[in-house]
């Protein structure tokens, strides 16, 4: 019978399937916030300069790791897996099963073997975006009349926008007023900054309030809509750290 214990899922596939468990102790790593710090003449300490969207650096996370069974077989074919990986890949593991990291291998697997050669230990190592995503805010939320959107963290989320028709569009503190496309809807992305419906760029037809793309702000969001708006998919892509 096979051992229970917990795993790493890393781009949709299981570590489960090559018998290589994990423990947590580099599960919940978070990064400090990057922060603009200006002295002033007279003044004792620096003056901290906010962002509107705080900048944090990646940060490596560590999963101690054990293969258990088959080791040259399963533990090759699970190294040669993560090694195939390119750019950013989804990372889950069962210790944060409502959250996801994005990262990518970032260390050698270089395994300590016991001595019967029935248990290999190692380090797996990746470089992650400092988010921890919740699978919650994957799930779009639709609008077809004004209402609120809350943020159930301490973090500003960057939304993904979907809006069907051209008018003003509230979000939080921030209007979008879209003008006529000839589309069915288009797409806003509050993170890559992008305004598109497939391959097409529609930022031409998109004016933002504040210069600035809207963030959802933790607690409450209004979410507004005028004009020939008929509907908006809000996917919040919340996270903390």
């Known amino acids: 019978m096979r051992e229970v214990g917990n795993v790493l899922t890393v781009g949709g596939v299981s570590s489960d399937t090559y018998d290589i468990k994990i423990t947590g102790a580099g599960a919940y790593k978070a990064p400090a916030p990057t922060v603009t ?26 999963y101690p790791t054990l293969a258990m069974h088959d080791i040259d077989t399963n533990l090759t074919a699970w190294r040669d897996y993560l090694a195939s990986l390119s750019g950013y890949t989804r990372i889950e ?21 016991a001595t019967n050669l029935t248990l290999g230990i190692f380090d797996t190592v990746f470089e992650c975006m400092p988010q921890r995503f ?15 959107i809350t943020n159930p963290t301490n973090q500003i989320a960057l939304p993904l926008l979907k809006i069907y028709g051209y008018g003003d569009l509230t979000v939080g503190s921030d209007v979008i007023t879209i003008e ?5 809807y288009i797409f806003i992305d509050c993170d890559t900054m992008k305004c598109y419906n497939g391959q097409v760029g529609v930022g031409s037809y998109v004016t933002l309030s504040s210069n600035d793309f809207p963030v959802l702000t933790p607690g409450s969001n209004v979410i507004g809509i005028d004009g020939s708006i008929t ?11």
């Open 231 to 241: 509907r908006v998919d809000v996917t919040p892509r919340w996270w903390r750290l």
């Open 37 to 62: 710090k200006k002295s002033v003449p007279g003044r004792n300490g620096d003056l901290i300069l906010r962002r509107k969207r705080p900048k944090y650096p990646n940060i490596k996370v560590t």
């Open 93 to 113: 593991d069962t210790f944060n099963p409502d959250e996801y990291r994005m990262g990518f291998l970032a260390d050698d697997i270089d395994p300590e073997m």
């Open 180 to 184: 006529d496309t000839g589309l069915e």
């Open 134 to 148: 919740l699978k919650s805010g994957e799930t779009a939320v639709t609008f077809t009349e004004d209402g609120t």
